[in-house]
């Protein structure tokens, strides 16, 4: 029963936490981001407490969580940070691109664990439709920070946390129709 609860609160402290200590803080990026990566570090362990595993996505962004959040404290620049979401977009669009050279199956299926069950032709138009979406909130992360930062950083931050986040559940939402349309009975 508190499971999801707990999976729910895991998966989205870490950018709460965040959010909190950087406002807090008057916009201070760099105290913003070690509590930031610990908190992606635990929400990693509790995952893999309750799941037993960690799936691919959340580890590579927690891994990039931690990577590019340690080279903008080491080398005292926050563009490592702004970068940071371009880079994961693109490594997640290449992935899936190049990904069908490598595996019989599609890597969405993997990805989803077999827990879709799709038609073949359903599985590459998700995967073009996620390519697309990875590249287009990589081009639009690079158009922010480049545009905002560093004068009007808060703008990419609240971007960040408040425009990705449901930019991402109206596209997934927007896949339905073709996993109803291409799903296996």
Not at 6 to 27: H, M, R
Not at 40 to 47: C, G, H, P, Q
Not at 67 to 94: C, H, Q, R, S, V
Not at 141 to 165: A, D, H, M, S, Y
Request: glycine letters at 4%.
């Amino acid at each position: 029963m508190f499971r999801p609860i707990i999976k729910f609160t895991a998966d989205f402290a870490p950018i709460l936490i965040f959010f909190v200590i950087y406002l807090g803080n008057n916009n201070n990026l760099k105290l913003a981001i070690p509590p930031f990566i610990v908190a992606t570090l635990i929400s990693l362990i509790i995952t893999y407490f309750l799941e037993k595993k960690i799936s691919l996505i959340p580890l590579t962004s927690g891994i990039l969580i931690g990577l590019f959040g340690g080279l903008t404290l080491y080398f005292d620049n926050k563009i490592f940070f702004y970068m940071k979401p371009t880079i994961i977009n693109i490594l997640f669009a290449g992935v899936l691109f190049f990904g069908k050279y490598f595996t019989d199956k599609p890597l969405l299926k993997i990805a989803f664990n077999n827990k879709l069950n799709l038609k073949n032709e359903g599985w590459s138009k998700l995967n073009h439709y996620w390519i697309s979406f990875f590249l287009f909130v990589a081009i639009l992360n690079e158009i922010i920070w480049r545009t905002q930062c560093p004068e009007n950083e808060i703008f990419w931050v609240n971007f960040k946390v408040w425009g990705l986040l449901p930019l991402t559940i109206f596209f997934t939402a927007s896949t339905i129709p073709i996993m109803n349309k291409y799903k296996l009975e």
